[in-house]
C-alpha cells in the first residue's frame, strides 16, 4: 500500500512557476512508476508526465511539453512536477499517482491539489 500527499497548488498569474511535490509513504517507492495528472474544470482527467523508477520521463500530453518536468528523489519518497510559463489552461486539480513498475495501471493515488493560473 502507498499513500500519496501532494502539496504545492495555489494561485498564480499567467507567466508564472510553481513546483508541486508529492510525497509516499512506504519504503518501496523507489520501485514505482510515478505519474502527474490534472483534471481542468469540466474535463477528463488526463496524464501529463510519468517517470519510471530508474528515472525515465515519459510525456503525455502535447498542451505542457516544453513547460512542466517530473523528477524524482527517492531518497526523499518525493516526486515533483515543476511548472513554467503557466497559462490559464493549466488550471486544474492535479494529481500524483503510482503504479508498480509491473503493472499498467496506476493503482494509487493522492488527493489532489488546486492550481489555478489567472490571466
Known amino acids: 500500500q502507498v499513500q500519496l500527499v501532494e502539496s504545492g497548488g495555489g494561485l498564480v498569474q499567467a507567466g508564472d512557476s510553481l513546483r508541486l511535490s508529492c510525497t509516499a509513504s512506504?519504503?518501496?517507492?523507489?520501485?514505482?512508476?510515478m505519474g502527474w495528472f490534472r483534471q481542468a474544470p469540466g474535463k477528463d482527467r488526463e496524464r501529463l508526465l510519468s517517470?519510471?523508477?530508474?528515472?525515465?520521463?515519459?510525456s503525455a500530453s502535447d498542451s505542457v511539453k516544453g513547460r512542466f518536468t517530473i523528477s524524482r528523489d527517492n531518497a526523499r519518497n518525493t516526486v515533483y512536477l515543476q511548472m513554467s510559463s503557466l497559462k490559464p489552461e493549466d488550471t486544474g486539480v492535479y494529481y500524483c499517482?503510482?503504479?508498480?513498475?509491473?503493472?499498467?495501471?496506476?493503482?494509487?493515488w493522492g488527493q489532489g491539489t488546486q492550481v489555478t493560473v489567472s490571466s
Open positions: 499517482a503510482a503504479r508498480p513498475d509491473d503493472d499498467s495501471e496506476y493503482r494509487y
Open positions: 512506504g519504503r518501496t517507492f523507489s520501485r514505482y512508476v
Open positions: 517517470i519510471t523508477s530508474g528515472g525515465i520521463r515519459y
